[in-house]
């Protein structure tokens, strides 16, 4: 009865969230029950990952399943985690008032769209043009799940879509200005470099 | 009600879209291939030993072999083609490669070379051991003749006051030293080690053109030849460029249609960087010839100028 419970509310979850995000991230960001964040964020990393190394192996490509899925599992959730406390930095600065736990328990669940991908590829293959297929298929995808981490944002923070849109580009700025910092350091390092491979022994 | 089954709905066709990624129109279950054409590529100087990167100096041939085998071991692979750019190198390295040739050859699939810009002397050694050789009208081939370089820096060493002296256990244990001149024994010696060479690329040319000796001999004298002259002697048997050379190889492999490549020897960026490589630095070799002595002994099956 209680298994049967949770799977009705984890179910009832995954709807809200796919087709009424608003509401569910309220509700999840309140709640903070980072444990069901975790189990949905498994399921669906799972599923596009099985989906994308089978589909490796299928095509005769040598790909070490197990040690590829694990690896990735523990990449995609560094960078969950990150994302929150990057998202979580953006909307304290920007004035929000919410908690990290809730944040972090609603983007968990902004990983949801993933699902369709797999699907979404099989359905390209029985399609004229099906690389273009797929790929728009990622596009939206990621339009979908940024509009989730959008609402994630706004909901646990209650901040104005504005500022919720300010904090969602807030790490990509960041990383942005990463890379563009270490590019040049490394091209000023390399521009003194030709005196040194100049010489041959 | 309905949020269940309709989350319900989506899982299942997610789950059949899982089945369907991992068993749904596999390459790996059997499906009848019509054959592949392996692609070999030969560039540059043919040296015996492991091959160049830019960390390791060392460069050869063995890549080559292994490549061979593999071609003879894939049994998808139908017939072979050689695509060959090299101006030769040293006798023993080129008689290596073609014993190869010949034990893939022996296990019934065909052996097409296809000369590029030049496939001369040692690079033309491997070519007379396939079944068909093609090559372009201005391609150079030819020079079919065997030497060993020697080189006399007495004067210099006695210029810059450099005197060299040996112990040796035997009079011929220094032969080919460039710090003295050759004695005219020694000279017999290797003119002999010389003519042998050459009777042995003679006698390859002879067996893999079908041609009497004497008649190669006549040929073989040294000169290099354009593609149509040696069509017309008989060194080459078709006119094409590598493309006509993959649709002879099928041709003869009796595949229908257009047939599949699969090149054989594509390296991963690391390779490239830390393995054994088919490019190797001409510069480089003949700039070791000078430091290493043991390449100044190589018999060379390569023309002189080039």
Known sequence: MVGERLMNVFLEMIFDVLFHPRQAMNVISSSANVGHSLIIFLISESILLWGILLGADNKGLFVPIPLIFVIQLFISFVLWYLFSAVFHLGAELLGGKGTASGLFSAVGFAYVPRIFL???????????????????????????????????????????????????????VIAMLFFTLVAAIISMIFSKLPFWFGQSL | ????????????????????????????????????????????????????????????????????????????????????????????????????????????????????????????????????????????????????????????????????EKIKSGPHKDILSPERSMTNEERAIIQVMVDDMYEQFVQVVAEGRKMDIKQVKQLADGRIYTGNQAKALGLVDELGNFYDAVDGAAQMAGIVGKPEIKEFGQGSPFSMLFGPSEKIDIQQVFEKKIINKFMLTLPMVIPEQW
């Open chain 1, 118 to 172: 797999v699907p979404l590829w099989v359905l390209a293959a029985f399609v004229p043009n099906s690389s273009v297929v797929a790929m728009l298929s990622v596009f939206i995808v990621i339009v979908w799940t940024l509009w989730l981490f959008f609402e994630a944002i706004r909901q646990s923070h209650q901040l104005s879509s504005v500022r919720s849109f300010c904090v969602l580009i807030f790490p990509f």
């Open chain 2, 1 to 164: 009600m309905k949020k269940k089954s309709i989350v319900i709905v989506i899982c299942c066709f997610v789950l059949i879209a899982l089945l369907t990624m991992a068993f749904g129109n596999s390459s790996k279950s059997s499906k009848k291939s019509a054959g592949k054409i392996g692609v070999i590529y030969v560039d540059g100087l043919i040296i015996g030993g492991r091959a160049q990167s830019v960390l390791n100096d060392y460069n050869g041939t063995d890549s080559i072999m292994k490549q061979l085998r593999a071609a003879k071991d894939d049994d998808t692979i139908k017939a072979v083609v050689i695509r060959i750019n090299s101006p030769g190198g040293s006798a023993p390295a080129s008689q290596e490669v073609a014993e190869e040739v010949k034990k893939l050859r022996s296990t019934g699939k065909p052996v097409i070379s296809s000369m590029g810009d030049v496939a001369a002397s040692g690079g033309y050694w491997l070519a007379a051991v396939t079944d068909k050789i093609y090559a372009n009208p201005a391609t150079l081939t030819g020079s079919i003749g065997v030497y060993m370089p020697y080189a006399n820096w007495q004067e210099l060493y006695k210029k810059i006051g450099i005197s060299n």
